[in-house]
Each structure stands twice: as C-alpha cells, then as structure tokens.
C-alpha cells in the first residue's frame, strides 16, 4: 500500500488508539495489527501498568505515539519527553495550556531529537471530550474554536509545529504548515462514545489532518483486522 508522506514518521496516516487494560491484548493487537495501520498510541491506561520496556516492546510492532499529555513546569516536561524518546516513542504530546515558555523549551528538545531520528512533539489544544458546554469554567468566556486557534498560533510562535485538535478546527487550522494530528474519527454508522468533535477519515483527511488516531472503531469491531483495513482503504479512496 502507498505510504502517506505527510504522516511521517507513522507509516500511514492511521494511529490505532490501544486503548486496552492488558500488556497481552494490547501485543496480540499489535501483532494482528502491525502491517496494517500506522502506528500505535499508548497513553496511562498502558504505561502507569507496565512501563517504558513496554512501550521498547511495542515499538518492536510499529511506531509509537505516545500520548500523556505533560503537562508540568519545562524542566519536568523536559525530563519527560526525553524519557519517551529514549524509549522508542516517534511522536510525544504535551499540552499548549502549559504555556509559551514550556512549549519553547519543547521545541529546542525536539530539535535536538530530531538530529538521531525523525521525532515529533504534539501540542495538544482543546480535548475532543470537551465541547463549549463542558469547557472548564475559566475557559467558558471564548468558543472552543478560538482557543484552538490561538493556543495553535502560540504553538507554533514557540517553534513547535504539530498540534493535536479535533477534526472540526482542522478548517481553521489550513495552510498553516503544521502537522495535523486528529482524534474523534468516526464513520457515519459508529457511536461517538464520549468523544463529542467528530468526524469522517476522508473529510477530515481532505481538510488538512496529517494523522488520524482511531480507537473503538476498531477494537470493538468484530474482526479488528478488517476494520482497520478498511479505515486505512479509506485513505486512500478517491472521492
């Protein structure tokens, strides 16, 4: 299958979400899984439980998106970050709340990682399980769209260029450069569970996202294997 550049360093564009309780069924999902998706995100739920050899173990499968979300003073995050890193991770998130002085340090990290092997660090805007009703109240005064855009300008004003936002600012997101990574990706027919932002592989694919991540789409399938063959056919279909 070909390879979409813009996903890099993720073989295709998508991530499947291991959004699962054991180290055993999150490697026999990797191992039905490796050839087909193009990467693998792992967040606490996995690595609170069994730590960075697992995260090594499961980069043995495929890339690693490593999705726990820092959120801390720079040093720490700093400390973090190259932990991941040092474990085999391809892409890291940290949050755009954490600040221009953080997300600084963040990008001369980046840099510096980048030097070994293609690496990105992810600023995460406003979670998919929020929408303007359950934003938390300091934030309730500005739309959620607007937060996206502005924690998006400071984002990359820092050095930074790749973000995490839900599918519906990927609009205002366009022609800014930065690589795209989308949660929330549903077909018409699934539950959107508590995601709330959501949307289609191919509309969100055509409105910018570099990379999808996809969780209980897949695993709740009842075979995981052809619906993920199908999410990454949906890539690629044309229109």
């Known amino acids: ?13 998508i991530i499947l979400a291991l959004d699962v309780d054991t ?5 026999r999902i990797a191992d039905d899984l490796s050839d087909i998706v193009g990467g693998f995100k792992l967040g606490p739920r996995l690595c609170l439980r069994y730590g960075m050899d697992f995260v090594k173990e499961m980069g043995e499968r495929g890339p690693i998106f490593l999705d726990n979300k820092h959120f801390d003073i720079p040093s720490t995050m700093e400390a973090a970050v190259r932990a991941s ?10 949050h755009a709340l954490s600040g221009a002085e953080a997300l600084r340090k963040m990008a001369e990290v980046e840099r510096e990682l980048n030097q070994q092997r293609p690496f990105r660090i992810l600023a995460v805007t406003i979670l ?15 739309p959620v769209a607007e937060h996206v855009t502005t924690l998006a300008s400071m984002v990359q004003d820092s050095g930074l ?6 599918p519906h600012e990927l609009d205002l997101l366009q022609n800014r450069g930065l690589y795209l990574v989308t949660p929330g990706i549903r077909t018409s027919m699934q539950a959107s569970g508590d995601q709330k932002r959501i949307m289609g592989p191919q509309e969100a694919l055509q409105l910018g996202a570099s990379a999808l991540v996809v969780g209980r789409p897949i695993l709740e399938a009842k075979d995981i294997k052809q619906a993920a063959t199908e ?3 949906a890539v690629y279909e044309e229109k």
Do not use: H, I, Y
Not at 23 to 27: F, M, S, V
Not at 85 to 94: M, N
Not at 132 to 137: D, E, G, I, K
């Open 85 to 94: 890193f040092e474990a085999g991770a391809s892409l890291v998130t940290v």
């Open 231 to 233: 999410f990454v056919m």
């Open 1 to 13: 299958m070909n390879r979409n550049l813009k996903a890099s360093p993720m073989k295709n564009p």
């Open 23 to 27: 180290r055993d069924q999150a490697l």
């Open 161 to 166: 260029s790749s973000v995490v936002c839900s």
């Open 128 to 142: 998919t399980s929020w929408d303007q009703n359950s934003l938390p109240v300091n934030l309730k005064p500005m």
